[in-house]
C-alpha cells in the first residue's frame, strides 16, 4: 500500500475542471497528497512529455482533453508506458451523446466561456447594487434598464433577480413629491424604464401597516389622500417618460421579470418551476 500519491491533471484548457475532480477524489483518502496541473495540452509530443514525468513519479493522470484523436493517443502510449490515465470527461460525452443522438462540438474550453457568463453575472448584481433607491444617478447611464416605482412595489427583488440574469438594473423611489432628475429624464428614449404600479387598495393595506413608521406630509390630511397622490404622481412620471407600466399587485418577480426580458428583448428569459 502507498502512503503517497501524485496526481497529474491535464487538460486542453486551463486545467481547472480535471484539478478540481483530482482533489474532490483524492481528498476521500488519508494520504499524503500531490497534485500538478498541466493545463493547453494540444499536442502529441506534449502527452509525451507528460507520460515520462508520469513514469518518474509514479502518478496518476486525470485529463479532460476533448478531441478525440489526442485523448486516444494519450490512453494509448499511457498503455505502453503502464500510466494509469483517465478521460473524465469521454465516459459523460459518450451517454449525452447516446441520449440526445447529437453530435458533440469537441471545442476545448467551453467552460471560460460560461465563466464570462458568471463574471457578467456578477458584474451587473455589483452595478444593481450600487444603483439600488436612487443611488449613483452619476452612472446610471450605463444600465441596460431603469426600474421605477413607489414603496413596496418589489422594485429591489426585481432588480436583483434581473441582475442575476446578468442585466445591469438602476432602480429610483416614486413618492408624492418626486420630481425625475434630468439623469433619467435624458435616458428617455435611450434605456429600456420600466413603472411599477400597485392597486390602490392594497397599497392602502400596506401603508396603513407602517402608518407608525412615518408622518404625513403637511399639505395631506389623511393616508388614503396620500396614496391617491402617490400613484397620481407617479402615473405622470410614467407617461412622461413613456416607461413601460407594470401592476405588479397580483403577478410574482419571475413572472414580471419575464413580461420585461420578453418585451425588450434582454439577454434571458428564466422559468423556475417550484415542487
Given at each position: 500500500?502507498s502512503s503517497r500519491l501524485h496526481i497529474f491533471a491535464v487538460s ?36 509525451l512529455q507528460i507520460l515520462d514525468k508520469a513514469v518518474q513519479e ?33 465516459p459523460i460525452i459518450d451517454i449525452i451523446q447516446a441520449k440526445t ?175
Amino acid at each position: 500500500m502507498s502512503s503517497r500519491l501524485h496526481i497529474f491533471a491535464v487538460s486542453d484548457s486551463v486545467g481547472e475542471t480535471a484539478e478540481k475532480i483530482a482533489i474532490a477524489s483524492v481528498l476521500q483518502f488519508p494520504v499524503e497528497r500531490n497534485i500538478t496541473r498541466f493545463s493547453r495540452v494540444t499536442k502529441e509530443e506534449q502527452v509525451l512529455q507528460i507520460l515520462d514525468k508520469a513514469v518518474q513519479e509514479d502518478a496518476v493522470i486525470i485529463y479532460t482533453i476533448v478531441k478525440p484523436k489526442l485523448w486516444k493517443f494519450m490512453d494509448e502510449k499511457a498503455k505502453e508506458k503502464n500510466v494509469i490515465a483517465v478521460n473524465v470527461m469521454a465516459p459523460i460525452i459518450d451517454i449525452i451523446q447516446a441520449k440526445t443522438r447529437l453530435q458533440p462540438a469537441y471545442i476545448s474550453g467551453l467552460t471560460h466561456k460560461m465563466d464570462d457568463q458568471y463574471f457578467n453575472r456578477m458584474k451587473a448584481i455589483e452595478y444593481t447594487i450600487e444603483h439600488d433607491n436612487g443611488q449613483n444617478l452619476d452612472t446610471i447611464h450605463e444600465a441596460d434598464l431603469v426600474i421605477l416605482g413607489l414603496p413596496q412595489t418589489s422594485k429591489t427583488p426585481l432588480s436583483m433577480h434581473l441582475a442575476n440574469l446578468s442585466i445591469k438594473v438602476a432602480n429610483y423611489p416614486i413618492t408624492v413629491d418626486t420630481e425625475i432628475p434630468q439623469e433619467i429624464m435624458e435616458l428617455k428614449g435611450k434605456v429600456p424604464m420600466v413603472g411599477l404600479t400597485i392597486d390602490m387598495d392594497t397599497l392602502l393595506e400596506l401603508r396603513r401597516e407602517r402608518l407608525r413608521s412615518f408622518e404625513l406630509p403637511p399639505n395631506i390630511e389623511t393616508i388614503d389622500e396620500m396614496v391617491a397622490e402617490e400613484l397620481d404622481n407617479a402615473y405622470r412620471i410614467y407617461a412622461k417618460l413613456k416607461c413601460l407600466v407594470i401592476d405588479v399587485t397580483t403577478n410574482d418577480i419571475e413572472e414580471i421579470g419575464n413580461t420585461i426580458t420578453h418585451k425588450f428583448n434582454l439577454p434571458l428569459k428564466v422559468t423556475h418551476h417550484r415542487f
